[in-house]
């Protein structure tokens, strides 16, 4: 059992970044991978990208890449989404979710624990 808080969104002026943080809960942290996905509004939800548990493997979606990156500090229970350059379509909703280590990032139906969500909106 997984429990998520995202947290670190807020207000930021177009090229600026933001780092949003996923903290987690549960002895079963590290048997998990974690996705971020993330929605706005008017549109459906988006897979932005995951990091494998060990950190040695990530995916990222054609519209963040080189721009955002993942990372995650087992230590201290969080994952990280560094967000740089951000544009005003980035605006959205975002998420972060738990994997069984056993599927792939991509396999979005297995995605199990969700946290509530964090606002980023970014400002033209």
């Known amino acids: 059992q997984v429990q998520l808080v995202e947290s670190g969104g807020g207000l930021v002026q177009a090229g600026g970044s933001l780092r949003l943080s996923c903290a987690a809960s549960?002895?079963?942290?590290?048997?998990?991978?974690l996705g971020w996905f993330r929605q706005a509004p008017g549109k459906e939800r988006e897979f932005v990208g995951a990091?494998?548990?060990?950190?040695?493997?990530?995916y990222y979606a054609d519209s963040v890449k080189g721009r955002f990156t993942f990372s995650r500090d087992n230590a201290k229970n969080t994952v990280y989404l560094q967000m740089n350059n951000l544009k005003p379509e980035d605006t959205a909703v975002y998420y972060c979710?738990?994997?069984?280590?056993?599927?792939?990032?991509?396999?979005?139906?297995?995605?199990?624990?969700w946290g509530q969500g964090t606002q980023v909106t970014v400002s033209s």
């Open positions: 990091i494998t548990w060990s950190g040695k493997g990530t």
């Open positions: 549960g002895h079963t942290f590290t048997n998990y991978d």
């Open positions: 979710a738990a994997l069984p280590r056993q599927y792939g990032l991509t396999d979005l139906k297995f995605y199990d624990y």
